[in-house]
């Protein structure tokens, strides 16, 4: 098996400039909706990250692969840095986020 390698940081852009491509959602309210945006569109944080966490295995962040977290940007068609902002939402508002995938998942 192949050693992994953390992405420790994908972005050159500081955590201040990712926190300014992340918004609430325009129709339903709480951090678990929130969702990256784009130029001219957005999408929801949360599959995104379960995404991850389903190829991954892995429920910590610093521990997701480069490479597949490289893999699912071009999946989700956005950039590393998208994925750095989406990656850090999640760092600072896993609760909200895996509360809302376990809804998910037993519904």
Do not use: F
Not at 35 to 60: A, F, M, N
Request: net charge negative; proline share 7%.
């Amino acid at each position: 098996m192949a050693a992994t390698q953390p992405a420790v940081r994908i972005s050159q852009l500081s955590d201040d400039e990712l926190r300014q491509m992340v918004g609430p959602d325009p129709v339903r309210p709480g951090p678990s909706r929130y969702r990256i945006y784009l130029e001219d569109w957005h999408l929801p944080i949360w599959p995104i990250i379960g995404q991850l966490k389903y190829v991954t295995k892995q429920d910590d962040p610093e521990t997701w692969d480069r490479a597949v977290i490289t893999e699912t940007a071009k999946e989700w068609s956005i950039s590393l840095d998208a994925m750095a902002a989406v990656i850090l939402y999640y760092k600072e508002h896993h609760c909200a986020i895996d509360t809302w995938l376990a809804e998910n998942e037993a519904a």
